[in-house]
């Protein structure tokens, strides 16, 4: 026998053994078996396990739900039925929930819980307080030239620009200093004016007759007018008058001290009366341009401290007053922009620069703003940055002041009575409440207040209308009386607790079960 019938013969024979074993092994367990066939046992197992796989999870309780007959989804609570199953939206089992008995269907939105589910769901409460909230608003600028303090320098009569002084932008004046050299034909025939005036007077001096001298007189009057009016200044006519020569170029000073910001003349041109030739800045006061977005209107007051920062000078602090508030708002930015005047004497504060501010407020029930600092004081309606103790005048423009409450620009607290000069205000501290307390959807806001004559630990649900917010704390216009104790820790929890058990919560105003079914 060759090599390969031999391979051939061992491997038929070791075939034929490992399937001997095999049907012996299956004869062992039919014979241990209980009877049934191989399909029957696979049947039977996997009735089993679709049994325990629709029953087992049903039986899940919720610790702070008792078992009833009413099975609802723990992911959809208004699909509810009466006996187990899945839900028709997402597949999963549904929970088991308890019926409303007769005390829970009086107040549906409580919820009554142990003190140690109290410990678990770390709820905690605090006092509703009556008190004036603060609110500090963050806004940004820049500086910007104080208009009021600008001056221009324009041409008083027609003529030609012979001479600039001044010949670049930035330059720093006095008062008085020389400015433009300017040539005019009709300046130079009213210096004339003046002269042949002057030789009629003196030649009508020893006349006897008194009209004839005072119609000389007057016309002199008239003439030196005529030269005042076109810019000369009284030093100028004087060596006029002194001289007795006509100038034929007249030289233009600066009426107050500054810095030059524009030059829009150049020599040899020809200008116009009213044509502006340069423009004085005065910095020793400038605003500070702030743009404030629409929801911190209602913080905003003419009149108040204003806190600044700049890039130039980091770490240190700059204050003003807000001193007007734009009526109309960006469309484009969607902001109001602010004045702030700030004092300036040392210079320091350059026009362009970016500043940071902040702007801290209280704010009174009603949304009055309240600024013990304008308590009693009396303002300028045009200039508000001029505060006075006592009725007056405005040094700038002559208007007479008026009380800071009687426009709006300050409220009295209404605990502010020991201030001195304060008057009785109808102002009172509102009713204020943490932010954490505060449920809020797009409808409602929502707080669970603790029922403090409750044996155990009980939380009603109560919707509030809420005002400002002011930081870390809301304002509530109604909802809530002072004192009553709101969940500010474990609200959410309570709320999801109330859903489980088809009653009426923050997502949910109304029961689930009077109005969903399932497959709706």
């Not at 005390?103 to 008190?131: F, Y």
């Not at 001298?213 to 002199?220: F, H, K, P, Y």
């Not at 007018?225 to 076109?230: F, G, I």
């Not at 102002?427 to 403090?452: C, W």
Request: negative net charge.
């Amino acid at each position: 026998m060759s090599n390969d019938s031999l391979l051939r013969e061992l491997l038929g024979s070791r075939r034929a053994l490992v399937a001997v074993t095999v049907v012996v092994t299956l004869l062992v367990v039919w014979l241990f078996s209980s009877g049934e066939t191989p399909a029957n046992v696979t049947k039977i197992g996997f009735e089993a396990h679709t049994s325990s796989l629709q029953h087992s999870p049903i039986e899940r309780v919720d610790p702070l739900v008792p078992k009833s007959d009413v099975w609802h989804c723990a992911m959809h609570p208004h699909l509810h039925q009466d006996g187990p199953g899945q839900c028709p939206i997402c597949g999963m089992d549904l929970i088991r929930v308890p019926q409303l008995d007769s005390a829970d269907m009086a107040d549906a939105r409580t919820l009554r819980v142990t003190d140690a589910q109290k410990a678990l769901m770390r709820i905690s409460t605090v006092p509703a307080e009556r008190r004036f909230p603060t609110a500090s608003l963050r806004l940004a600028g820049k500086v910007a030239y104080d208009e009021t303090n600008l001056e221009y320098i324009t041409a008083w009569v027609p003529g030609r620009i012979d001479r600039l002084f001044v010949d670049y932008t930035g330059l720093s004046v006095n008062k008085g200093d020389h400015m433009v050299e300017l040539y005019s034909p009709e300046l130079y025939s009213a210096q004339e004016e003046l002269l042949q005036a002057l030789r009629s007077l003196r030649g009508v001096t020893n006349s006897g007759l008194d009209s004839l001298r005072e119609s000389a007189q007057g016309t002199v009057s008239a003439a030196r007018d005529k030269l005042r009016l076109a810019g000369l200044t009284a030093e100028q006519i004087a060596q006029l008058e002194k001289t007795g020569k006509s100038q034929e170029r007249v030289t233009i000073y600066s009426p107050k001290s500054g810095v030059v910001i524009h030059k829009n003349a150049q020599e040899g041109m020809y200008v116009d009366t009213g044509s502006r030739v340069f423009t004085i800045a005065d910095l020793s006061s400038v605003w500070v341009q702030l743009d404030a977005y629409e929801s911190d209107l209602q913080w905003l007051r003419a009149g108040q401290a204003v806190n600044f920062s700049t890039e130039a000078f980091p770490g240190e602090a700059f204050h003003g007053r807000i001193a007007f508030i734009d009526p109309v708002l960006d469309a484009k930015t969607r902001t109001v922009n602010l004045r702030v005047n700030v004092d300036n004497s040392d210079e320091r504060l350059k026009p362009g620069m970016f500043v940071r501010a902040s702007v801290s407020a209280r704010l009174a029930t009603g949304g009055e703003v309240v600024d013990e600092f304008l308590v009693g004081k009396w303002v300028s309606p045009m200039h508000p940055e001029q505060v006075s103790d006592q009725p007056g005048v405005c040094p700038v423009c002559g208007m007479a002041l008026v009380r800071a409450e009687a426009i709006g620009r300050s409220e009295v607290p209404g605990d502010s009575s020991s201030l001195e000069g304060a008057q009785p205000s109808a102002s009172q501290p509102p009713i204020v409440i943490p932010a954490t307390a505060v449920l809020v959807t797009g409808e409602r806001a929502v707080v669970y207040v603790e029922d403090t004559a409750s044996e155990v630990p009980s939380y009603v649900g109560r919707v509030v209308v809420l005002g400002a917010r002011a930081g870390a704390d809301y304002i509530v216009k109604s909802g809530l009386a002072a004192g009553e104790l709101v969940v500010v820790s474990g609200n959410f929890k309570i709320d999801s607790a109330l859903q489980i058990q088809a009653r009426p919560s923050m997502m949910n105003p109304q029961r689930g079960g009077e109005h969903d079914h399932v497959g709706h």
